[in-house]
């Protein structure tokens, strides 16, 4: 049962002939027509027992909406019939068929309108010579139906492919049974199809500490991660919705939250949060993260859900290794000659406008430094930095290129004046059209002949009314 209206209390009870709300014979002749059955009302499941064989037995069944679960009457109240069909009991296997994915049962996806729908009903067979020949389903309108595949031993599937309709908005449930050679028939496995919304899309990271925090190299320490999405959602509504941190080093999973009811994991609008209370990370070790599908939901309906990630790539992080950073041994060669020649960087004295930082500027002349040195063995040292490379001579150059203020104001000159031109031929008529319009005006309000021949008409019209 489901209904738009998420604060609606639903409820579900047989279908009667009289004394109803809606005062009609609602059941039409199959009311009570499974014997010993029992109806749950709040989640709409009946448990029965089919006593006879190759018979159908009719259900009709009235689903209602509450205002609250105290309201008395009903807002609505909507008829559901179906058949019951009884299978002899089945001989051999008598393990029945399940449906494996590749959506979990009560999944909500989200579905544009007039996108390509595609999703597989795989199940798995568990005896030897078991095969899937049939599927009970029920189905949106439109929605196509393969042939039944098996793509590998106790593997089956149905693909499903539909196109949704803009007169389809909103939810639409998807349900089917796997039914085996020996008639034993799989649980029941449905989804819902949220026409006219989509489901939101966990953000792959781009840029370091971006979408995705924390990515790249974080210390033992670290307890917090967070993620974020396409559009703003919710705590998922069903459980079996985990996040997985593994260890690269062989893909066990260190750490799993299930997001249906885990504390540790918290939505807040865009960004989803996972907090550990301790953490147990090796140093050293990368790590990766993976999602189940729906993880996390929207906040429509029934709450579209994520896809699952499953790349190993997606989220990757290591942990520092300090031991490894701090302790590097090296051994350095010293010079035996060095010559250093330095050039002038400036002819100028100091000039105290160059900066506001204190840089001096000084005449040099090229100087030509020669020393020599000798040892008898290279000596060894330790250190927590790695030294750089070295060479028996070097030669270092720099120049600096100095621009006064009076530099940039000749500098600017000219394309300011031209700027200027510019601007003046493109405003001129049009300052000249408003001077001669407001100078127009000016005319006809305070020229002496216009004042005169409105006052004589005045007094004319004045003579004649």
Known sequence: MSDFDGSDTLQCRWATATGNINQYNECGGICNAVPSSVLIGTNCTIVFTLTVAYRYAGVALQIEDYFTSTSPTPMSSVPLEFLFYGYPAPTGCSTPPEIIGNRPNRACIGTPVGSNVTEYVI???????????????????????SAILNPSPGIYHLILSWIPTSNQYGPEPFCAGAIDNGNLQSNQWCVTFLVGFESPDIIRPTIVQGSVSPIGTVFQNQTVFSFQTTKSVNRPTRNGTTIYFRDAANDTAVAQFDCGWAPEVTFTGFTTVIRFVTVNWEPGHFYYITMDGGVVSGTEFCGPESAPITDKTYWVYNIWNPAVSSTTTTTTTPFTTVTVTTKPTSTTSINTLLTTTGIVITTTAPITTTATTSSSSPPTTAAPTTAGPTASSATTESTVAVMYPKDFEEACMQPVAIMTSLIFIVLMPGQALAMYAIFTKLENIFNPSRIQTKTRHRQRMKRIL
Do not use: L
């Open 123 to 145: 199940v798995q067979t568990f005896c030897p010579g078991q095969t899937i020949t049939n599927f009970i389903t029920s189905t949106p309108i439109g929605m196509k139906k």
